[in-house]
């Protein structure tokens, strides 16, 4: 398993942008499925972004709800991986997590990963 801890979270009106990160621990963080999903009071976890290695090409994609609205961007450097949010919604307010699967490959279900951060806040005010 990796640790995983975000950070980036806070309150913003409508329309603002934020920038979440996640920093993961391991020497082989380039090779890692990486990925966002959150969770709004009430609901289930739903996925929101997803970045992956194929052949030595970096793939992401997106939840349709935020597509062109949201990126998301690996620093294999800093080990790093950062999920960039503009044009934010009410409806985007949720706990935002960030998880990782060492194995690699391309996932969009929580239960393909086994690695998880602590959740960040982000609440979208009206």
């Known amino acids: 398993q990796v640790h995983l801890v975000e950070s980036g979270g806070g309150l913003v009106q409508a329309g603002d942008s934020l920038r979440l990160s996640c920093t993961a621990s391991?020497?082989?963080?380039?090779?890692?499925?990486l990925a966002w999903f959150r969770q709004a009071p009430g609901k289930e976890r739903e996925f929101v972004a997803a970045l992956w290695n194929s052949a030595g090409t970096y793939y992401s994609d997106y939840a349709d709800s935020v597509k062109g609205r949201f990126s998301t961007v690996r620093d294999n450097g800093e080990n790093t991986m950062y999920l960039q949010m503009n044009s934010l919604k009410p409806e985007d307010t949720a706990v935002y997590y960030c998880a990782a699967n060492i194995a690699g490959g391309r996932l969009s279900r929580a239960d393909e990963y086994d690695s998880w951060g602590q959740g960040t806040q982000v609440t979208v005010s009206s």
């Open positions: 391991g020497r082989t963080f380039r090779t890692y499925a």
